[in-house]
């Protein structure tokens, strides 16, 4: 049988899940990023300096960017790469925590931990895909499935149910 791309689909309470774990993401990473920008001696002591200047401004910009990533594959609904910029931001959250422990500043370890689960968790769900979708159809009926739509309702690429064919 062949499969469209959409069988795989995530379930929809695990891509609403990213989508709110992207969302929440960028809003705090966001705000670290332009408040480090406006004012880095606010962030750490010794903040005001050049070189904490332009460290901020760095990774501000790369921030900016994987955050942006992140919201626009969450709005065009792209879960693979979704899943991975989930799993890449998790993994950044967890280097944050060694920073955080390495520097004995538990709110630097325990926020960043905080967030790494939440967002390793969510690319975990969103991995998993829909078991409705990827059961194997019931051969024993005599209705034929095809995996093209071919007219608009109720079947499109988020549904689980199969599309019967004539």
Known sequence: MIRSPYDLAPS?????????VAVATT???????VFGL???????PGGDASAARAYATM?????IVLLGALLLFAILRSWRPLRLLLVING??????????VARHHA????????FAVVLLGAAVWL??????????PNTSSS????SFPDSIGSSGPFSSDPIPTE
């Open 12 to 20: 929809r309470p695990a891509r609403v899940f990213a989508v709110i």
């Open 27 to 33: 809003l705090g990473a966001g705000y670290f990023a």
């Open 38 to 44: 406006v004012d880095p001696g606010g962030l750490v």
């Open 59 to 63: 990774m501000a910009a790369r921030g």
């Open 91 to 100: 993994v950044v959250q967890l280097a944050d925590a060694v920073s955080g």
């Open 107 to 114: 709110a630097n370890a325990v926020g960043p931990v905080g």
């Open 127 to 136: 991995g998993r895909g829909d078991a409705s979708v990827m059961a194997p």
């Open 143 to 146: 209705a034929k499935t095809s």
